[in-house]
T-cell receptor, first 115, second 108 residues
Framework: DAGVIQSPRHEVTEMGQEVTLRCKPI?????LFWYRQTMMRGLELLIY????????DSGMPEDRFSAKMPNASFSTLKIQPSEPRDSAVYFC?????????????FGPGTRLTVL | RKEVEQDPGPFNVPEGATVAFNCTYS??????FFWYRQDCRKEPKLLMS???SGNEDGRFTAQLNRASQYISLLIRDSKLSDSATYLC?????????FGTGTRLTVIP
């Protein structure tokens, strides 16, 4: 069974460009999470969906960030316009239900570099 | 104050040593606790859940102290393959809060 799939694995872009990160959760999982990881701040939750509905987006840093989940098998995280301080590893994770006691399964991450 | 705080390390220990990591959490209402492991340039993966009575999984022992809001992980007989970053994780209302991790290197 495939795990969480993310694309691209690496992205290098220039400041001001739009970046779109993609995620396919594990089939049957109802909850999807987007995280950002940096050395300084560790792993930060950006947004969380349950049954395709955004539940908590308080971690989204600013209006330049947006996330969608049009169906149960696909989600995107978009940054427009991108800035150098957005450089980080972005992880998508999924879990079976919305309860916080569930194990979260992480994708391999997208390593983003904004020049 | 951060939801979860950990000593970042690094911890450098010889093979066969016993090593312990600690973390503290700020929300006394938290009910679920975990340790995740993250290898270099890889994604985090669940290592073990932490139960109130403490629990063991082979060489790994996890303890919870609710009164002090403190979680620990003990690794006995360290192996080279234990080298990784260990993340302390605590539940929030709808999600999980991750510590910044403690880096362990096991030396031959």
């Amino acid at each position: 069974d495939a795990g969480v799939i993310q694309s691209p694995r690496h992205e290098v872009t220039e400041m001001g460009q739009e970046v779109t990160l993609r995620c396919k959760p594990i089939s049957g999982h109802n909850s999807l999470f987007w995280y950002r990881q940096t050395m300084m701040r560790g792993l930060e939750l950006l947004i969380y969906f349950n049954n395709n509905v955004p539940i908590d987006d308080s971690g989204m840093p600013e209006d330049r960030f947006s996330a969608k989940m049009p169906n149960a098998s696909f989600s995107t995280l978009k940054i427009q316009p991108s800035e150098p301080r957005d450089s980080a590893v972005y992880f998508c994770a999924s879990s079976t239900t919305g309860t916080s006691g569930d194990e979260q399964f992480f994708g391999p991450g997208t390593r983003l570099t904004v020049l | 104050r951060k939801e979860v705080e950990q000593d970042p390390g690094p911890f450098n220990v010889p093979e066969g040593a016993t090593v312990a990591f600690n973390c503290t959490y700020s929300n006394s209402a938290s009910q679920s606790f975990f340790w995740y492991r993250q290898d270099c340039r890889k994604e985090p993966k669940l290592l073990m859940s932490v139960y109130s009575s403490g629990n063991e999984d082979g060489r790994f022992t996890a303890q919870l102290n609710r009164a002090s809001q403190y979680i620990s992980l003990l690794i006995r007989d360290s192996k080279l393959s234990d080298s990784a970053t260990y993340l302390c994780v605590v539940n929030g209302a709808n999600n999980l809060f991750f510590g910044t991790g403690t880096r362990l290197t096991v030396i031959p």
